[in-house]
Every structure is written in structure tokens, then in C-alpha cells.
């Protein structure tokens, strides 16, 4: 498991810092795309279910 302080002593460098960044940037993006693509198949399955007069439940 990782710490805030060791991540803190690992990033003194610019080069380790920027790679952090860089990974973080990454996780972002992924966890955006995710977001958007899920929120979209749900939008969807939705419209084709309420236009069939189908019940949609939703957890």
C-alpha cells in the first residue's frame, strides 16, 4: 500500500514528478471517457425500453 509519504519522497525530482502527473492525467481521462460511454449506453437502453412501453429499473 502506498502513503502519502512515500509518494512525497519519490517526487522531489521534476522528472518523477512530471511521470506522476502524467499518470495522473491519464486516470482522469479514462475515468471521464468511462463516464460519458456508460452514462451514454444507459441514455440509451433507457429510450429504447420507455419506447417499447417496457419498465426500466435503474439500482
Not at 502506498?2 to 481521462?29: A, G, P
Not at 456508460?38 to 433507457?46: F, P, V
Amino acid at each position: 500500500m502506498r502513503t502519502l509519504d512515500e509518494q512525497n519522497s519519490r517526487s522531489f525530482s521534476l522528472r518523477t514528478r512530471l511521470v506522476r502527473d502524467f499518470k495522473l492525467l491519464l486516470r482522469i481521462v479514462s475515468m471521464a471517457k468511462s463516464y460519458f460511454t456508460t452514462g451514454t449506453a444507459i441514455r440509451r437502453s433507457y429510450r429504447e425500453k420507455e419506447r417499447r412501453g417496457e419498465i426500466y429499473y435503474v439500482d
